[in-house]
């Protein structure tokens, strides 16, 4: 290591060049990277219903559907419309009030059936379009051909406004976060050039994680770009921190270079140590099987690794060529000390041991209640146009859910399938050719026109309306017992798929992955904590004060009647486990070397929780300064409430480690010391 640590002082204004040529090309490249604004591009590809769209795509041709509510009583302007709507290319069939009810009755003879087309005022219209590669330019076309009385949904439409709505959202938070966290270490540190090249540093690391992400080519689902770029400072801005402070130490006995040395030499294992627990909490999301989870997890561990090769050699070569104005003049500081804190929490430890149990025992309870939402709409905002017109559509005529069952066309079984499927109890209508003249009516006198809007390239599709949404306990036993009978009936190639059964194998992949990512992250964390203390007992008591900063966040939608979005469990499982572990970590390493000296439990628990503090707050301040831009000021719910998590779970996590841990580092000393090697030295203890 110290060949490396002599080239990085040697060579300091090449690695200054080289990084910069690399952030100039990464800020050429980074705006290439691709977005996804649809929920279903987090599942992974090979799932069935996933392959069901696909056919139904590719092969069938047949597009997304779209709704278009009409704010206007008047039927000749409506059947206008309509006629304009059909005349699109890319349309494939228009649905409306005309379709379903003989227009030349009386409103007051129509049938029931005509309430979901035609509703106090309002007129309703479904349109599906062509498979196409992109739906932008015929969202545009449709937009415009639209009177101002009538507006336009569907997921795709959501997509495309949202994308709209959320350009340059990620760059606005990042800045907002680096402003905060620049005005905090100003505030904090003596020298005012030093937070500028530390967040710089940070800055440089981010844009080359961008980079690789645009050049990989992968799509991220948009909330994934907004969490990377923010937590990547966040969680590695301390590898710095530590860096700083022992090269300042260093510096007052020595001249730069070899201070410089010394001081990399010096904070190589404790930098690595904390990555690699932040490293085991991302590692621990790449085993998710929803992309959201898998490529976040990756760009993470991706980021902590190129953080820590940009603080080991661009970050040194900043401080050795500034050192001058560094070392110069020095403004007042904001101390973050916290006094005798650890010797209050010493000498009454017991107390707050019962506190934390009886935390412990409640966040527990509330984490238990806490239902996730897996509709993502209801996050969104409510002045996205589409996203309005989706909410006045459900509000008046009641949301809709539907599913598809998609063949091949010599599939076997098929007709019995779908007329026992439309015997179930929740299914309004099974429309397929089969179902909608009499099924004992030979195939060969079937409409040629009817079986073609049914059919493409071998394979064929049949519309299920259901009247149970299927995220609910009846839809989940309806969508059950549709697969059960599409697997025990049709003898071939068959799927069911659907927006709405989409939106249930997230729910059931995304309690998988929750399962997964969090007992891994966990593992991996107390095996790297019980390698680095040597100790059985001391992991499973840090881990366990982190994991109550988690429940009590997630605990948090419970208290405050909040909605939470499905992954936060899993976020806040693997990202603030992995994040804020380093707390605890360093107030015992402080406490057992103290320990080892021969203070006392109460004297060495002071003078850990006096000296590690100021890096606690430091690191958790930037956790929290990162993240709160998003969290105050995005208009997306999703994002707001996401980066809020974050932000309050570097909170919690400081606040648990400053005033609990102490009490059970004293509490738990005489079991850490039997079961720790080398824990502490009681026959030299100082009275």
């Known amino acids: 290591m110290k060949p490396l640590a002599e080239y990085v002082v040697e060579k300091r204004i090449y690695i200054l060049v080289i990084f910069l040529l690399l ?46 509510l009409c704010e206007r009583d008047n039927i000749e302007e409506i059947e206008l419309l309509v006629k304009k709507l059909e005349s699109l290319p890319y349309v494939i069939s ?42 932008k330019e015929q969202i545009r076309e449709i937009k415009e051909l639209l009177p101002s009385w009538a507006g336009l949904t569907g997921s795709e439409v959501i997509s495309y406004d949202m994308e709209d709505y959320f350009k340059n959202s990620t760059l606005v938070y990042f800045s907002l976060g680096i402003l ?143 050192d001058r104005f560094i070392s110069g003049k020095r403004h007042r500081i904001i101390p973050l ?72 066309e010599d599939a076997q079984g098929l007709t019995d399938a779908l007329t026992s499927i439309k015997s179930l109890d929740g299914v309004k209508a099974v429309m397929h050719y089969s179902t909608v003249l009499d099924p004992a009516l030979p195939e ?36 059950e017992s549709m697969a059960r009978i599409i697997e025990q009936k049709v003898k071939g190639e068959a799927y069911l798929t659907g927006e709405s059964v989409l939106l249930t194998d997230i729910r059931d992949i995304s309690f998988k992955d929750q399962r997964i990512t969090t007992r891994l992250s966990l593992v991996l964390i107390v095996l790297i904590i019980a390698l680095g203390f040597l100790s059985f007992s001391v992991p499973l008591t840090l881990t366990l004060v982190i994991q109550l900063a988690i429940w009590l966040n997630i605990g948090y939608y419970y208290l405050f009647n909040t909605p939470m979005p499905f992954f936060i469990p899993s976020i806040l499982g693997t990202i603030q486990l992995g994040a804020t572990i380093d707390y605890a970590v360093l107030l015992t390493s402080r406490y057992q070397e103290e320990r080892r000296k021969g203070n006392s439990p109460i004297e060495s628990v002071n003078r850990s929780v006096y000296w590690g503090a100021h890096s606690i707050i430091t690191s958790a301040g930037t956790m929290i300064l990162m993240n709160l831009p998003a969290s105050i000021f995005s208009n997306i719910k999703l994002i707001r409430l996401t980066m809020g998590s974050l932000a309050r779970g570097g909170l919690l ?20 010391r039997f079961t720790s090697y080398k824990w502490s030295d009681d026959k030299d203890e100082k009275s």
Do not use: C
């Open 23 to 68: 952030a100039v090309i990464s800020i050429l490249i980074m705006p290439h990277r691709k977005l996804s604004y649809s929920i279903f591009d987090i599942l992974p590809s090979n799932i069935k219903s996933l392959t069901g769209i696909r056919i139904l795509s590719e092969k069938i041709a047949k597009g997304p559907e779209f709704t278009i």
């Open 94 to 135: 228009v649905s409306w009030l005309g379709n379903n009810q003989d227009l030349a009755y009386p409103d007051e003879l129509w049938n029931s059936n005509s309430n979901s087309w035609y509703k106090e005022g309002f007129y309703k219209i479904g349109i599906t379009l062509r498979s196409s590669n992109s739906y």
């Open 180 to 322: 905060f966290v620049v005005i905090f270490l100003f505030l904090t540190f003596p020298s005012a050039l030093v937070p500028v090249l530390m967040v710089f540093s940070m800055i440089v690391g981010v844009l080359i994680n961008l980079a690789f992400t645009a050049i990989s080519g992968k799509s991220l689902y948009f909330l994934m770009d907004t969490i990377v770029a923010i937590l990547q400072v966040a969680v590695t801005l301390d590898y710095a921190l530590f860096l700083y402070h022992r090269y300042e130490e260093e510096r007052s006995n020595r001249d730069k270079e070899s201070a410089m040395v010394s001081a990399i030499l010096s904070t190589f294992k404790p930098i690595s140590l904390s990555s690699l627990t932040t490293i085991a909490g991302f590692f621990a999301l790449t085993f998710g099987r929803l992309t959201l989870y898998s490529i976040m997890g990756w760009i993470l561990v991706r980021g902590v690794f190129i953080s820590l090769i940009v603080v080991l050699t661009l970050f040194p070569s900043l401080l050795l060529l500034f």
């Open 337 to 408: 000390g916290v006094g005798n804190l650890g010797k209050f929490t010493g000498r009454y430890s017991y107390l707050f041991t019962i506190v934390f149990v009886v935390l412990l025992v409640t966040s527990l309870y509330s984490n238990s209640k806490t239902e996730p939402v897996f509709d993502i709409n209801i996050f969104l905002p409510k002045d996205i146009p589409s996203v309005a017109v989706m909410n006045k559509s459900n509000e008046i005529f009641g949301r809709t859910e539907s599913a598809f069952i998609v063949a091949r």
């Open 444 to 479: 060969e006198l079937i409409p040629k026109s009817l079986i073609n809007r049914f059919t493409n390239n071998g394979y064929t599709f049949a519309s299920v309306s259901l009247g149970y949404r299927l995220g609910d306990e009846k839809g989940k036993r309806l969508k």
């Open 653 to 672: 996590s400081l606040i648990i480690v400053l005033f609990f841990l102490p009490a059970l580092l004293v509490i738990l000393d005489k079991v850490f």
